[in-house]
């Protein structure tokens, strides 16, 4: 008898707290419902500079738009080596609003193919994003 109540109270427990993630879930969602939500589209998320000399400094800028129903505000852009840099708007991105972040990448004592990546952390769903840059640096003559 003991057994049948301690399994019936575990299972009560657990269906409780199953119940109580259901509800907060449902609350974030009707949340982020009323707020709106920032959705950042870029027109590309690739760019391959082609052939670089070795010591020379390149840049392209990745467009970018703000197709949400809410501010976009971009809380980092980082690189994945110290040789590529970024620029990028600190002040919020309002919908349908475009903006631009702005990728310099240093070739010095860069030799061959090169890949780097920038992380774009933001207010949206995924709050994660990526691009990706290539170049292939060749020695100078």
């Not at 969602?29 to 998320?45: I, P, W």
């Not at 240093?106 to 990546?117: A, E, F, Y």
Request: aromatic fraction near 8%; proline fraction near 3%; include cysteine.
């Amino acid at each position: 008898m003991k057994k049948i109540l301690s399994a019936l109270f575990v299972i009560a427990f657990v269906f409780s707290f199953v119940s109580c993630t259901n509800k907060n879930d449902k609350k974030l969602n009707q949340v982020a419902v009323q707020n709106g939500v920032a959705t950042l589209v870029f027109q590309k998320t690739e760019h391959d500079f082609g052939t670089v000399l070795e010591g020379e400094k390149v840049t392209y800028a990745f467009q970018f738009e703000n197709k949400g129903t809410s501010d976009l505000n971009l809380l980092s852009v980082g690189t994945s080596c110290g040789c590529t840099a970024s620029e990028y708007p600190r002040d919020p991105i309002k919908p349908g609003k475009s903006g631009k972040i702005q990728i310099t990448f240093d070739s010095s004592r860069r030799i061959g193919m090169q890949h780097k990546q920038i992380t774009i952390r933001s207010n949206t769903d995924p709050a994660l994003t990526i691009l990706n840059v290539y170049a292939q640096v060749i020695e100078k003559q």
